[in-house]
């Protein structure tokens, strides 16, 4: 990665020539010893030696594939000086591959003695903590026939266990696993609904904390992650001593072949070790100022995560386990991108600052084994100008609050006016529009694992989240909910009607955008977690994917469904372009009077400099257009229907619907003629496909039928 930094290929387990050859980057320790573990449960010590670089090495011949192993790391007790060796943990390989068995929280787990952070416990840790797997090199899955832009792609985040641990169609004993996510029922699931591509929370091998687990609970989103190069063994269905790997890649292929591209969602920037008084199970116990973020003293981590340490990806080494990892998932894992948890955290220097010209970015951006690949930031953590939104520049793609925030507030009727609403569906150029990048770089969501389902969007005012165990403290209030009446799920089938319908309607809103949706699984049909917006604690019916889904909430799938199959048969709802009102002209050089983007009324036309000031408007009409044809999406988050002049020439000659929100029977049939007026319903998408000319001579026939409207048209070149 930069000069400087030995040969990380020597690192992990790798087995070769009739043995295994182990590598421990260990550079202040002054002995390390390699454990073996037999399937007795006995261990086997064996010296390592050491190189100038840090990096300890042993061959042992006669093992392979399967065998079980950990490190003791000698050195001083010294927690002043960042110094909490112990070899007396038996720790877990940064760079295993796989990972067996969990952590017993009443064992002996912690480097010091109960009561007190800074005096070494010198009690074995073996039989309470993982162990590292060696795993032998096996054929990476199937390739996709064709990488998906981002412009072309359609982003479902989902829970691999959750999301088929209640599905009618898979095997009982599938369910909830790696294989369950490849059967063909749920492939063909994803196909049908549109989705080009499964984001998966955290897949990496991970462990509850200690305090979730005393509570009787499990950490069921993954954000504790143990091992990066490791795939959740609790995944796996046939024994977690390497088969979680080949499953792995087989469920990856089964979604390659049906050309679905798989996004992890990968958590570099803590580990489940925690703060000094966690466990010591890894990094930790190999050298605690190397691998971790230190205050000044060295006593204590520096948290800018909010869960106990910080990566320290300033030291070199540690940001090239980062890229290994990164390199590691996509060569031989076959993965197409990656989500970054809480991604500024990595790009913090040796002054704990934000540097987004930190060498890792570097690294990411010029490997080419990452070209072509989806790079996408959780574009904030919780340190010191954390918040980095629109900062991360070409190559890379964000998580854009921005838009949640703000499509949430005009459906419920807290925004003032329409202006930020086209700009964030225009991709959000106030954020991202700069030299080498697309509106592409707004990953445009409205829900995700981390807050309200959709349907609990539309239902409760506040959060519910007692069943935590934390007295309702914890999780965002900063919901921007409505529950249209009612607190909660009711029989009140006009509030139920209405909340599907604003389903609906925040569906289309982050589809329609410029940049790539991303939807989160479930909402497309009602899925609730009964008003929880944190419910990473619950590996329980609360959070798993309900497929026993009623008839009404069914079309709700059925619409979702069909506005993605229109996206994706009309690249002009998908531009990769920013557009700015700019003429449209077709491949003869003529120019045909209209414009690639501009904003509608509803009355006059084009939106007028006081529609734009007017904090009590509603309604917005998006016309979107290239040389062959042209779209005009509705947008009204007002209570009542609203009476709309549909533009005429140079707009369009007539206009058909493609799309809605809303029941049928509450819009007229048939074509509409360019200047009609329509009857637009209450809180709804509209989405008409415009009948454009598309030559010059096109334009004059219809000029004939229809008397061009002159004003508007010099307003195109004001």
Known sequence: M?????????????????????????????????????????????????????????????????????????????????????????????????????????????????????????????????????????????????????????????????????????????????????????????KDLGVTAVQLLPVHHFVSEPFVAQRGLRNYWGYNTLGFFAPHAFYATLGTTGHQVHEFKAMVSALHEADIEVILDVVYNHTAEGGHEGPTVSMRGIDHHQYYRLTNDRRDDYDVTGCGNSVNTANPMVAQLVLDSLRYWVQEMGVDGFRFDLATTLFRDGNHHVDQNHPLKRAINSDPAFEGIKMIAEPWDVGPYGYQVGKFGPGWSEWNDRFRDHARDFWRGAAPGVQELATRLSGSPDLYDRPGQRPQSSINFITAHDGFTMRDLVSYDVKHNLYNGEANRDGTDNNRSWNHGWEGETDDEAINALRRRQVLNLQATQILAAGTPMLMAGDEFGRTQRGNNNAYCHDNPLTWVNWNVDDEWERVRERTAALLALREAHPLLRSDEYLYHQEVINAHGENLQRVDLTWMDGEHGQMGEDDWHDGSRRLLGMYASNSSEAFLTWFHSGADPVEINLPSLPWAGGYSIAWHSVLDAELSEGPLGSGDTFTLPGRCVVVMRADVPATSADLLELRELEPLDTEHTAQIFE
């Open 2 to 190: 930069t000069d400087g930094v030995p040969d990380t290929g020597r690192l992990g387990a790798r087995v070769t020539g009739g043995g295994v050859r182990f590598g421990l980057w260990a550079p202040r320790a002054e002995r390390v010893e390699l454990v073996l573990v037999s399937a007795s449960w006995e261990q086997s010590n064996v010296e390592m030696s050491s190189s100038p670089d840090g990096i300890w090495e042993v061959f042992v011949p006669g093992v392979g594939d399967q065998q079980l192993y950990g490190y003791r790391v000698h050195g001083p007790w010294d927690p002043g000086a960042g110094s909490r060796f112990n070899p007396a943990r038996l720790l877990v390989d940064p760079y295993a591959r796989a990972i067996t068995g969990g952590i017993d929280d009443s064992g002996p787990i912690h480097d010091h003695v109960s009561g007190d952070h800074f005096e070494l416990d010198p009690t074995d840790s073996f039989g309470s903590v993982p162990l590292s797997v060696v795993v032998a090199d096996t054929p990476p899955p199937s390739p996709l026939r064709t990488r998906r832009s981002l412009a072309e792609s359609v982003i479902y985040e989902m829970h691999l266990r959750g999301f088929t641990k209640t599905h009618p169609s898979v095997p009982e004993h599938l369910r909830g696993n790696y294989a369950g996510l490849a059967y063909p029922s749920v492939v063909s699931y994803l």
